[in-house]
């Protein structure tokens, strides 16, 4: 069986055991309005994701950092390449831009938390095999 990388793992939600079972239930194309939903264990190994409860409230620092950098990259483009508009394009191109990309940083925040901070071990051995014990 080849390895699967972590980046190709954490770029598809998936689980940092397995790297097979997906974070997510849902595709956020497939679904849009439920870019939330996650599954409590992985589909394939059946790994615990919330490590305690209220585990994923650290997400929120990863995701603070997230709009951060979109916030003040949009602010940097919109300086640099558009002359330096209006305040009131600022105001208003500045959080359109945040609010359309919150299901991006919303999971990719869950996710970077899970991988830094879960204590889950990658194990190559269970990649190929799924576990009855699911959801």
């Known amino acids: 069986m080849q390895r699967k990388s972590v980046g190709s793992a954490i770029l598809h939600h998936k689980c940092p055991r397995c790297r097979t079972g997906d974070i997510f239930r849902y595709s956020f194309f497939q679904k849009p309005t439920k870019f939330t939903d996650t599954y409590k264990n992985c589909p394939h190994c059946g790994e615990q994701y919330e490590r305690e409860p209220g ?25 640099n390449f558009f002359g330096d508009p209006e305040l009131i394009v600022y105001i208003t191109t500045v959080p359109a831009v945040v609010l359309l990309s919150l299901p991006f940083v919303f999971r990719y925040s869950r996710t970077l938390f899970l991988y830094g901070f879960g204590g889950i071990k990658y194990n190559p051995e269970i990649a190929g095999e799924p576990s009855s014990n699911n959801i």
């Not at 995701?63 to 949009?74: Q, R």
């Open 55 to 79: 585990f994923f409230f650290g997400a929120m620092y990863v995701s603070y950092a997230f709009t951060m950098a979109i916030l003040l990259g949009t602010a940097f483009i919109l300086y």
